[in-house]
């Protein structure tokens, strides 16, 4: 590992370890990358390490990423897990989430209508940038029922600077653990900046808070009149917290907890997989043409865009799953614990407590399974193989798979429609290269460059 460096993409090294010593992924697809780790990439041993039948706990490495938001992805010990899980109730599924689709979409159409506005001016608006308003505004309201005005306002906030400011200190701890004592050394330091960054974490979680009383405090008042719950996910927890029928529920502090973790991943998540779509789709004339022809058969004229009509446009569809298998932002190696009495894994023993990883950077990019793993091509998807199928884990392990994946999917869906039709003469800024836009590991992996701008073509 000593050819590692900070900046590498530490997932980048692991695939190259793999093609160099795992045999080129055929014979031997594993590989040791510390005295306690080994990272897999055969598809049924990540299978077997990842089944809800036999979990293998998340590791302690989620403990310093995390940092004591206990929220249901940090979450270690497989019990509390599930039950969790279980006190999230079916908030998550495609029919509770699809109520929320105008609330999205008008969230997209204002994001998408203000882009076109900067590039008719003659600006270079920068996805990345306008994607972030809209992620934060979009899981603001799906959560507490709250606008945060990000898209309105469109200035960073401190609030979006404190969320990447978490991430960024998450990923590093959580890479580097000594460095969380280093931290507690920074948070004795008085200097200003230095606080403000040591403190992101729980301003977000004063920001879930305060969310949470300012809805306890209109419900209370609501409820006189019409008895209906304003729909979002938090009203429907702090509810079943009052229900005396409701089996299985959350305590007042989980609710903190999965609040703040909500705003956490469910916005940087989206804008940095929203921003490859787009990239990649202008990217390659020939996919946006198919796209836009797909699109205008699809929405007749001067139509509003919704998820119904384009959910099930089989081309929309395959380039979104290419996407997700080369630029979806959480390909990392999802760090898991062989349980009690060690495991066979791939015919090898792993004894108990053995961390073992598996990265959908390196499954994703299997040569044996995906020809010529490296080029974006969606019409691999359209006889795609059982192995192919098998192989695409963007929203991670089975047994940990992510609870916010339709609400993604949703969003994907109607940035890629909607930036379509409202922003006709977009294309990629000259300074947006293949360079720039190279993956780069901070726990999420985003572009290089940080940005991706877009210009006029008129
Ligand atoms: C394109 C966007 C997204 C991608 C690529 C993505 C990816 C992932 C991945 C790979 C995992 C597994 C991580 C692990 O095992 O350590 C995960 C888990 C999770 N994600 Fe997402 N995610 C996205 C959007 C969202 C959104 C919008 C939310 C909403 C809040 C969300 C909430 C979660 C939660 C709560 C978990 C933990 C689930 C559990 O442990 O049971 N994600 N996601």
Known sequence: MSDWSADDSIIRYTGTLQSAYGHAYGQCPYVRISPTETDISDIDSVKQIHSPQDPYRKSDWYGPLTDGINGVYALLPNDAHRARRRAWGNLWSNTNISMMEPAVRKYVYICAEKINRELEAGRKPDLMHWFQFLTTDVIAEISYGKDMGMLENETVSSF???????????????????????????????????????????????YSDQAILDYRREVQSARDKKGNLRPSLLATL???????????????????????????GGSDTVTITATYLIWAIYRHPNVRAKLETELRNAIDDGQEITDEKIQHLPYLKIVIKEVLRLYSAGQFGLPRVVPDGGRLIGGYYFPAGTNVTSQGYTVHRDPEVFDEPYAFKPERWLNPTKEMENSLMPWGGHSRSCLGQNLAMMELRLIAAVMLTVCPSATLAEDCTDDSMELENYFVLRPKGHKCELVSSR
């Open 238 to 264: 702090l509810d079943d917290l009052d229900n005396p029928n409701v089996k299985h529920k959350m305590t007042m502090e989980e609710i903190r907890w999965e609040a703040t973790d909500n705003l956490i």
């Open 160 to 206: 979006v600077q404190d969320l990447l400011a978490i991430l960024v200190i998450g990923a590093i701890r959580a890479q580097f653990p000594f460095l969380g004592m280093v931290q507690k050394i920074m948070s004795y330091i008085p200097h200003p900046s230095v606080q403000w960054f040591i403190n992101a974490n729980k301003r977000i979680s004063d």
